[in-house]
Structures are given as structure tokens and as C-alpha cells.
């Protein structure tokens, strides 16, 4: 018995030199050590790259018909004609709808008939100032006040003339107006009136609505704050303007901003523009939504990063660089525009730079990092580190293989 305790304490305190020589062997946990040492953060990064990037202006804008004609009657009378479909384009002067122009051609031809008949009485009259202008002055045949009532009545019958042209014309026009024409090159909209109805000038429902598609408007406004930005790159060439889908993924057209508001609305701090855009394809519908990216400039070979890599402190923009000896330095930047998750850098940075763009939340200037390969979200110790379940365990998010990843601590 004695023997068997003596195997067991010396079993025992081998056991506990092993336990502490391995403990002491092994690696320190993520964090700082006894020495007040940081261990390699695990990091993603990236070198800055050159780019030709566009720099843009983004507005919520509508698209509007470049001209919109609600067509109406001129005149009374029932539709006898209707010479167009719903939704069909149609061209200037091309007939729409046609009112029963008797009417209108009977007091045409009263008109007509009136004026020849006042023209005869000119004729007459004339032929009678003439007869008398040869005799006037022998004081033979007739007296000075007949040659002047012969002159007063070629006056009056010249004036009936002249009346009844603008009568004739009158007639002419409203028989015109029975016959309903497109006034521009366009598209119908829905028909308001089938034939046989009763149109009358007076009412306020119209007959059609025409809208002319080629080209068309997109209208859009921006913060008052750019307005300067924007006049200074007018003055240099035309601007650019994109339209892109509701969901600002995919751009749908490329127009010319045509118009800028003479003022800013001092209610909403913003300014109105406008692009003019051909619009063959009639992709742009009068009255859609659309998003519009006015382009400034295109910086040819711009310094750009991911924009995760930017971070905002209390001086303003910055990133972590890598420095070659795998410790980090914060760096400010300053940030042109972020667009599709690109940040644009003016200064701060050159191409080749390598910049952290996840990881770092644990970072200080002078920390030490590992750069993991693969993208953010796939984040792996190139080494084994004692996390809380043991060796190899980081504390990071490390998905398994085949499994769905673990939540973060």
C-alpha cells in the first residue's frame, strides 16, 4: 500500500510539471500580454489603385414630355370621324377627329355668295365714278356734289368688300377648325369622346391628350450648396446627365443638362436643373421616376480605395496603411465622393498604398496585423492562437468548413 501511494504522488507531480511547462510553452491569447504587448490582428487590405472615375452629383428626378397638347374643340358639332388609336404616334397636322362641316361649309358659301355680290355693286359704282370724273369738269352733265356722292358710294361699296372677305375667311377657319389636326409630332393618349357625341367649344373635358416623346425632359434638383460647383464646370464644357432605374442599379439613358433655375428654393435649400435627353428608344415615359447623376468631371487615373477603408475620426477621414513592416499608421485622406462603394481620394494617398478595409475595429497606430488572403467576411489566423476554446481558437468569426460560421463573440 505504501508503495502504491508513493507511484500515485509521483504520478501526480509529474502531471502538474508537464500542466505548467505547457502552459508556459504556449501561445499568449489575442489581447495584451504580461509585457503589455499586442498580438497580429488578423485584417484585410488592400493596395490604392488608379482609376478614371466620374465625379457625379445624384438627384431624385421625373421625366416630363418635351411638349404636352390638350387637344379641344374650336368650334360645335358632332363627331362624325375619329381618325386615330389610342396610343398611336401621330404627326403634325395629321387628322384626329372630324366634326360634320356642313354647317360651317353652308356659311362659307352665304359668305362667298355675299361678297360677289357686294363686288358687283363695286364694279358698278366704279364704272360710275369713272363716267363722271370725264364730265365733271364742263359743268354739263352733272354737278360737283354728284361726282363726290359717286366717290362716298365706291367708299361704302369697297368697305361691304372688304367685310365681307374677313367674313369669307372667318367661315373658311371654322369650317377648318371641324377637321381636329395634331398640332405637334407625338403620341395619343386615351380617347376621351366616341363618335356621334356632341363636342361643344366651351367644354372643359378634352378631346385627346398628345404628347410629344422625342426628345423629352428630366427634371431633377440638387442642394443649392453645389450651384457653384456646378456653374464652374458648365464653363468648361457641356455636363453630362445619366439616368439610371428606380433602383439606381442600371442606367437607362445619357442626356445634356440644358437648364439650371435662375434661383434656389428658399423653402427646401435646393435648385432645380433640367436634361434634355433624345430619348429614340422611349425608354423614358413622361411622368416615371428616375435617378439622375449629373457628371462634373472624369478624373483620369484618380487614386481610389474600397470606401470600408475609410474611416471617420475626430480631425476627419482616414485609413490604416500597412506599412512594410506589418505594423499600421493612420493616415488622413480626403475623400472626393464615395460611389459604388469606392471612395474617390484627392490626398492622403498614393497608388500602391496598401490600406486596411475590414478589421479594423482593434486597430491603434503601431499595432501589428496579419493580412489574411481571401475577402472580408472570410477572415482565417494564418497562425493558431489560444482563444477561449483552446489552441486554434481566435475568437473571430471563422466559418467551419462546410457549416454556416459562427456568431461573433
Not at 500500500?1 to 510539471?17: D, Y
Not at 456653374?231 to 445619366?242: D, F, S
Not at 482565417?380 to 483552446?390: D, K, L, M, S, T
Request: include cysteine.
Amino acid at each position: 500500500m505504501a508503495m502504491l501511494c508513493a507511484v500515485i504522488a509521483a504520478s501526480l507531480a509529474a502531471w502538474l510539471v508537464a500542466s505548467h511547462e505547457q502552459k508556459a510553452n504556449a501561445a499568449p491569447e489575442i489581447g495584451h500580454d504580461e509585457a503589455g504587448q499586442q498580438g497580429a490582428v488578423p485584417v484585410f487590405a488592400t493596395a490604392a489603385k488608379a482609376e478614371d472615375v466620374q465625379v457625379i452629383l445624384r438627384g431624385i428626378g421625373s421625366v416630363q414630355a418635351y411638349n404636352t397638347v390638350t387637344v379641344k374643340s374650336r368650334v360645335d358639332g358632332n363627331i362624325v370621324q375619329v381618325a386615330y388609336k389610342e396610343g398611336q404616334d401621330v404627326k403634325a397636322g395629321e387628322l384626329l377627329l372630324q366634326l360634320d362641316p356642313r354647317p360651317y361649309q353652308a356659311t362659307l358659301d352665304q359668305a362667298n355668295a355675299n361678297q360677289e355680290k357686294d363686288q358687283a355693286t363695286l364694279t358698278n359704282a366704279q364704272l360710275n365714278l369713272a363716267r363722271d370724273a370725264a364730265i365733271v369738269n364742263t359743268n354739263l352733265a352733272i354737278s360737283r356734289q354728284q361726282y363726290d356722292n359717286d366717290k362716298a358710294a365706291v367708299a361704302t361699296d369697297q368697305g361691304a368688300v372688304d367685310s365681307d372677305k374677313a367674313q369669307v375667311e372667318q367661315a373658311r377657319v371654322n369650317l377648318d377648325y371641324a377637321s381636329i389636326r395634331s398640332p405637334i409630332d407625338g403620341r395619343t393618349g386615351r380617347r376621351e369622346v366616341d363618335i356621334g357625341n356632341l363636342v361643344q367649344a366651351s367644354a372643359a373635358t378634352p378631346l385627346v391628350v398628345i404628347t410629344q416623346m422625342k426628345p423629352i425632359f428630366v427634371t431633377f434638383s440638387l442642394a443649392g450648396t453645389n450651384l457653384t460647383r456646378i456653374r464652374e464646370a458648365m464653363a468648361k464644357h457641356p455636363l453630362t446627365v445619366a439616368a439610371y432605374d428606380a433602383a439606381d442599379a442600371k442606367q437607362i439613358a445619357e442626356g445634356q443638362l440644358t437648364l439650371v433655375d435662375n434661383q434656389v428654393d428658399p423653402t427646401t435649400g435646393m435648385v432645380t436643373l433640367k436634361a434634355t435627353f433624345t430619348n429614340d428608344d422611349e425608354i423614358l415615359w413622361p411622368g416615371a421616376f428616375v435617378n439622375a447623376h449629373l457628371i462634373l468631371d472624369t478624373v483620369k487615373n484618380g487614386v481610389t480605395v474600397p470606401s470600408a477603408a475609410v474611416q471617420i475620426g475626430p480631425k476627419g477621414s482616414f485609413v490604416y496603411v500597412v506599412k512594410p513592416d506589418s505594423t499600421v499608421d493612420t493616415r488622413g485622406v480626403d475623400v472626393v465622393q464615395i460611389e459604388n462603394n469606392t471612395a474617390l481620394i484627392g490626398k492622403g494617398l498614393a497608388v500602391g498604398d496598401k490600406v486596411v478595409d475590414s478589421g479594423q475595429e482593434r486597430l491603434y497606430p503601431g499595432a501589428k496585423v496579419a493580412v489574411q488572403q481571401g475577402e472580408p467576411g472570410q477572415m482565417n489566423a494564418q497562425e493558431p492562437e489560444i482563444g477561449p476554446e483552446g489552441v486554434g481558437s481566435t475568437g473571430v468569426n471563422t466559418p467551419a468548413p462546410g457549416g454556416q460560421g459562427i456568431n461573433p463573440r
